[in-house]
């Protein structure tokens, strides 16, 4: 049971333009949403993060968009640079009485940013 | 240096031998999980641990596969008898207590022959 599905599973995109990525959750426990990015070889390294209780945050170049309501979420990469290049994860957790708790992973999409 | 570190970050094995990967979360961080990435998607959650205690651990945790964290600090993931479908890469991941963030390793890349 897939319960991230995300999308899309690719994306080429020209230096400057703003990949979005999207992703859809289907248990309504979740209330934590991360975006991991990953380069080969390297484990996955925290962007940004997002509760519920806003429905958009920006970091830097790094924008995510949150529905409720749809139980979707996104993310936009303002200004995609080449070094953007690298694939991206969505997550979901479930806050319990101790904190985040496990996340579960969308399927990833793999971002490509042409000069 | 203060990231998660994991030893070692390649291991090749042969089919039915045991191999043990070991996990250094960053200091002070009393959760630690262990993840399981193959190849084009995304982690999967294998166990955590929050100090010594093992909370949680997922179906996809065989008997085969055990994790200790003796004293709360480093931690480590045992695969007894492994077999081909075992090969992946395994993420270590560490956060303090609370609704903080998970901070991954580089990962021990496990492939089995």
């Known amino acids: 049971q897939q319960q991230v599905k995300q999308s899309p599973q690719s994306l080429i995109v020209q230096k400057g333009g703003i990949p979005i990525i999207n992703c859809a959750y289907e248990?309504?426990?979740?209330?934590?949403f991360p975006w991991y990015q990953q380069f080969p070889g390297k484990g996955p390294a925290l962007l940004i993060a997002?509760?519920?209780?806003?429905s958009e945050k920006k970091e830097g170049r790094f924008t995510i968009s949150f529905n409720k309501s749809a139980k979707q979420f996104s993310l936009h990469i303002m200004d995609s640079q080449p070094g953007d290049s690298a694939t991206y994860f969505c997550?979901?957790?479930?806050?319990?009485?101790?904190?985040?708790?496990?996340?579960?992973f969308g399927t990833g999409t793999r971002l490509t940013i042409i000069p | 240096d203060t990231g998660v570190s994991q030893d070692p970050r390649h291991k090749i094995t042969k089919r039915g031998q045991n191999v043990t990967f070991r996990c250094d979360p960053i200091?002070?961080?009393?959760?630690l999980y262990w993840y399981r990435q193959t190849l084009g998607q995304g982690p999967e959650f294998l166990t955590y641990?929050?100090?010594?205690?093992?909370?949680?651990k997922s179906r996809l945790l065989s008997d085969r596969f055990s994790a200790e964290r003796p004293k709360g600090s480093f931690s480590t993931l045992e695969i007894q008898r492994t077999e081909q479908g075992d090969s992946a890469m395994y993420l270590c991941?560490?956060?303090?207590?609370?609704?903080?963030?998970?901070?991954f390793g580089p990962g021990t890349r496990l492939t089995v022959t």
């Open positions: 200091s002070e961080h009393n959760r």
């Open positions: 997002i509760r519920p209780d806003v």
């Open positions: 641990f929050q100090n010594e205690a093992q909370l949680e």
């Open positions: 997550a979901a957790s479930k806050t319990s009485n101790f904190g985040n708790e496990k996340l579960t």
């Open positions: 991941a560490s956060s303090l207590e609370g609704p903080y963030e998970q901070y």
């Open positions: 248990n309504t426990a979740f209330d934590y």
